[in-house]
């Protein structure tokens, strides 16, 4: 069993930043595993946030969030980081956090195994 829990979401002013963590436990070798960040806004299909790979070289971002989040990955922890800045109250959703046993950077999301339950980030204007 793996589990995939996100933290770190909550309400923000517009221009503020915010830190989400999801935590991988269970059976997984976290280091093999790429990573990936989608969100899902109310009413609106999920949304590709952004991605890393394994060791965490590699990164790609959706263009919404391109210049403004940031993925990184502490493979000692489990755990991998969406430092969010410059929000906007359309960046609003839950964030969920996904794992993929594939290589590379992979935008979709049928391509992830498995999910986290998410976090709410409300961005305010």
């Known amino acids: 069993q793996v589990q995939l829990v996100e933290s770190g979401g909550g309400l923000v002013q517009a221009g503020g930043s915010l830190r989400l963590s999801c935590a991988a436990s269970?059976?997984?070798?976290?280091?093999?595993?790429?990573m990936g960040w989608f969100r899902q806004a109310p009413g609106k299909e999920r949304e590709f946030v952004g991605c890393i790979i394994n060791s965490g070289g590699s990164t790609h971002y959706g263009d919404s969030v391109k210049g403004r989040f940031t993925i990184s990955r502490d493979n000692a922890e489990n755990t991998v980081y969406l430092q969010m800045n410059s929000l906007a109250p359309e960046d609003t959703a839950v964030y969920y956090c996904a794992a993929t046993g594939l290589y590379g950077l992979r935008m979709k999301e049928n391509e992830y195994r498995y999910w986290g339950q998410g976090t709410q980030v409300t961005v305010s204007s």
């Open positions: 269970g059976r997984i070798m976290f280091s093999s595993y790429g």
